[in-house]
């Protein structure tokens, strides 16, 4: 094993048993402090994958059975696949395009990265959609427009299909992740972190105070936490991997991304592992929060899809609070700008794949190839937001541009990636390089080492290969 001050500089070090050079910038920018580290990375995995699609995939696959299944692919899948992208963000100081540039030079196990590139901008794309779509109602959740005898669903078909608002909207929300981005590691991304996850945190615990204490929430506990087995399908298996991934930002190497701005004593592991138990308490407590307040109105379903936020969450908030209005005003807005906040954390790291990419790839100033990504995604996104509305006849492979980069996104880059990332780990990548990167130089104790290998030799390629095939069959 290398000794730790070797290991500290990485330049020379060892990859598949040959000699690298690291001809990365030395002045890249850091996480400053390991909480830093880890809500920049718990922002990234938190984030709209928790609060508006966890709950509807939850509502749509039976509830307790779909989490229980859910976990088990955190930790067995996704956490195997984002040690991996830390071992290779981290051991290389480079852009995801650029690490493999370094650590496998003239290989062909650059596509992965490129795929990341690829990827990081086409989520950014239709994210921003429905990112610009909670904008706007947290905007009318303020401005008290969100109040009792509407039709909601028909209020929200009405804006997602206005040829121009959603677009001011998503734009808007395109210019915050762009202004943070461009600050820079330090003074954009970790400083913003670490102000709104734990004012994240906040609103979440106290929605689900309120909401616990709703009449018949009980009702909404039991779907939590009763499992029914017999609810467990294969679409119900698919569905809870490919969850599982995008909730924890895996496979596109935006976690890689990040790791290449730790600091070299950064516990990985212990970081990985705390990513996880973040984002699935984030996800299974919006949970809380979501169904004991839908099952509090009688006619209420929980598996009203992806309108759960905008269609039925409105009524909700009305009929809840029918006898205190203000009290309805308050959680209504509270829940809008949590989900607000958790896109944004989101956004900013897609963002930095990119930014990342160009920064360093060609030369150009951090705030310049921050402009680049920009564009690129204003016109990519106004495409899928279009797709709602006067696009909706212009279809892809039968799909609208919305669902197009979902489709190919979130079924197909992020577990092509998921297996590339942790193949590369452990079948390319020198075994005690990866053992230096987990242990630090061997100065941490990680228990339980052998098993992670195991997990990301075996187990995280084969599962995902497994679900991928299964997908691309169907
Ligand atoms: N994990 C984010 C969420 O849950 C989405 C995301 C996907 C972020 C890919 C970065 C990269 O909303």
Known sequence: MQNYESFCTFAPFFVNNCKVESNNPTNRGNFGTRLGVILASAGSAVGLGNIWRFPTEVGNNGGAAFILVYLCFVFLLAMPVMLAEFVIGRGSKANTVGAYRTLAPGKPWIVAGFMGVLGGILVLSFYSVVAGWTLHYTVQSFANRLTAGQDFGAVFQRFVSNPWKPLVYQLAFLLITHYVVSRGVERGIERFSKVMMPVLLFI??????????MP???EGLRFLLRPDF???TTGVVLSAMGQAFFSLSVGLGCLAT???????DTPLVSSALNVCIIDSAVAILSGFIIFPAVFSVPGMSPDAGPGLVYITLPHVFNEAFAGLPVLGYVFSGMFYVLL???????T????????????????LSRQRAAVVVTLVCIVLGAACSLSFGPWSEVKIWHRGFFDLFDFLTAKFLMPLGGILITMFVEWYLDRRFVVDQLTNGGRLRVPGLPILLFLIRWVAP?????????EIAN
């Open 462 to 470: 084969i599962g995902v290969g497994i679900v991928f095939l299964n």
């Open 230 to 232: 017999s609810k467990v």
């Open 216 to 218: 018949g929430a009980d």
């Open 340 to 346: 607000l906040l958790a896109a944004l954390t989101s």
């Open 204 to 213: 979440i615990v106290v929605l689900m105070c309120c909401s616990l204490t």
């Open 258 to 264: 990040y790791a290449s701005y730790f600091k070299q």
């Open 348 to 363: 900013i790291s897609m963002h930095e794949i990119a930014t990342a990419f160009i920064h360093e790839n060609y030369r």
